[in-house]
């Protein structure tokens, strides 16, 4: 077994989001199932305007909305992701 001192393994297996480390500039988060992101109960969106955003999806399959307009939403858009691929937000 490598020793601690050398790395630090982190998991996270309960549902929604956990960031596992924060950095200066970056941050590295697991988010699981969880019905609170069921389509359904969408009732508000939060815009990320100026994220450089890495994702990959391992399992299962995600709805992605990504919107076009910024500030003022001009065109809302929606894809299914499919597992063990990535995405770079812009």
Do not use: C
Request: proline share 8%; charged share 20%.
């Amino acid at each position: 077994m490598i020793p601690q001192t050398l790395l630090e393994i982190r998991a996270h297996d309960g549902p929604d989001y956990k960031p596992l480390t924060d950095q200066k500039s970056w941050r590295v988060a697991l988010m699981n199932y969880s019905h609170d992101m069921l389509p359904e109960k969408i009732n508000r969106m939060q815009p990320h305007l100026e994220v450089d955003d890495f994702q990959v999806l391992l399992k299962g399959h995600y709805l992605l909305l990504p919107v076009e307009g910024g500030d003022r939403v001009t065109n809302l858009l929606a894809m299914i992701w499919s597992p063990i691929s990535f995405i770079t937000f812009r």
